[in-house]
């Protein structure tokens, strides 16, 4: 069973940085697109950042200049590195990868709480 792992979540104060990570059970190469979404509470999920097997990557407009996704493909392991936090950036954050265009996997996810 494909398996993708969240890890990193936390409470912060805005400013403050974290990274998560997402261990996939299988080669990340894999998947196409993969990245992460995020839910706050009340509101639906929406994606933070993304990148395709070629490389290219794509962020939400709100996280621009202060998250960066990268990956190892020897760990078959994803990161989102996020700076600057703000309290809005709470949230649970979930990693998705898709598989064959259409088959989506989801990691349980894992919560992200920045205080003002």
């Known amino acids: 069973q494909v398996q993708l792992v969240e890890s990193g979540g936390g409470w912060v104060q805005a400013g403050e940085s974290l990274r998560l990570s997402c261990a996939a059970s299988?080669?990340?190469?894999?998947?196409?697109?993969m990245g992460w979404y995020r839910q706050a509470p009340g509101k639906q999920r929406e994606l933070v950042a993304t990148?395709?097997?070629?490389?290219?990557?794509n962020y939400a407009d709100s996280v621009k200049g202060r998250f960066t996704i990268s990956r190892d493909n020897a760990k078959n392991t994803i990161y989102l590195q996020m700076n600057s936090l703000k309290p809005q950036d709470t949230a649970v954050y979930y990693c998705?990868?898709?598989?064959?265009?259409?088959?989506?996997?989801w990691g349980q996810g894992t919560q992200v709480t920045v205080s003002a």
């Open positions: 299988r080669s990340i190469f894999t998947y196409d697109p």
């Open positions: 998705k990868g898709v598989r064959s265009g259409r088959y989506a996997s």
């Open positions: 990148f395709t097997s070629d490389g290219s990557t």
